[in-house]
């Protein structure tokens, strides 16, 4: 019984590792891509879409997922909403720098328990609520004071902001009703998000542009574009096993990880000049997302320390 648990806890450290450096890579290797190449955003985007498709197809073939039948047009809604998140997130990516790409996505946290909590009665804490207020003045110093601060940059990452709170409550609650796992609904999802984007390119992304669809790219552009695009796949595969094998409190502690460590690694790697009053936001924001992080462990605790009904039962 020792040995099995030590070998889950193995495990465990491996698959978060994994998704931690995978994200890490993944936001790092996309802003270079962007920076280096230029890439066109919505391409990227589909590129992603058609690999992740394709892994997820050669996964079903060794049993690893079991995919599901879903209603097509109670689905509509959700690859919409997939398609805008992926792309404005990408969109914010190449308008800002990885800070303030990071800082903004925080908003994203207090947005969701808003939205839990004033249109699905979801009980938050005052403690959770005060923690919002560094969370908010942080991103707003950070945005504001960046040194390529750009006002479509931000109008970019607030929108990517508000889909990914709308999109991510919504899932939740779909997840529950059709009982399908992230990688059901990832499988579901991305080979008709490609599809959809392969209709929106040639709008946005012309072929006759120097950055469009059909450009004659290098192959050295092609084999980071793939190699993103793998390292997508990673992101998404580890975070539907932490999900599934860890508890609420071990996912969320990883989350802030990676938030420290993103910060960290840009700072590190790509020397952009920092503002003071950036540096002070950024410091805020991550102050509240630790104040966050920390309340919600106690809560966890807590309300897994509670007796159950069966419990008081059995008691009496």
């Known amino acids: ?183 059901q609904l990832l499988y579901y999802q991305a080979p008709r998000s490609a599809l959809l984007l392969l209709f929106v390119i040639p709008f946005f992304e012309p072929s006759y542009s120097l950055d469009g669809f059909y450009f004659n790219w290098s192959l050295e552009v092609l084999a980071a574009v793939f190699l993103s695009a793998c390292v997508a796949f990673v992101v998404n595969l580890s975070l539907f096993w932490l999900i599934t094998n860890t508890t609420p409190l071990i996912y969320n502690m990883i989350r802030y990880l990676k938030f420290r460590l993103t910060l960290l690694a840009f700072f590190t790697l790509f020397h952009d000049k920092v503002h003071i009053l950036q540096l002070l936001g950024t410091l805020t924001t991550v102050a509240g997302v630790l104040a966050y992080t920390h309340i919600q462990r106690e809560e966890i605790i807590k309300k897994n320390s509670l007796p159950t009904t069966i419990d008081i039962q059995t008691k009496s």
């Open 1 to 183: 019984m020792v040995s099995q648990n030590h070998n889950n806890n193995r495990l465990v450290f491996l698959c978060s590792s994994v998704n931690i450096c995978s994200t890490i890579a993944l936001v790092l290797l996309n802003k270079w891509i962007y920076i280096k190449y230029d890439f066109p955003n919505i391409t990227l985007s589909c590129i992603h879409f058609v690999v992740i498709s394709l892994c997820l197809l050669i996964c079903r073939g060794f049993d690893i997922i079991q995919p599901l039948r879903l209603p097509f047009f109670h689905m509509i809604p959700f690859v919409l909403l997939f398609c805008a998140l992926m792309v404005l997130n990408y969109f914010s990516l190449q308008s800002n720098t990885v800070v303030t790409y990071q800082i903004i996505n925080t908003m994203t946290i207090p947005c969701i328990l808003f939205v839990e909590n004033y249109f699905y009665g979801k009980h938050v804490s005052t403690k959770v609520k005060l923690t919002w207020i560094p969370v908010t003045i942080g991103v707003v110093l950070s945005s504001v004071y960046d040194v390529k601060f750009n006002i479509t940059g931000i109008i970019f990452a607030s929108l990517a902001v508000l889909i990914n709170s709308l999109y991510q409550v919504l899932v939740a609650e779909r997840q529950h009703y059709f009982q399908v796992n992230t990688v």
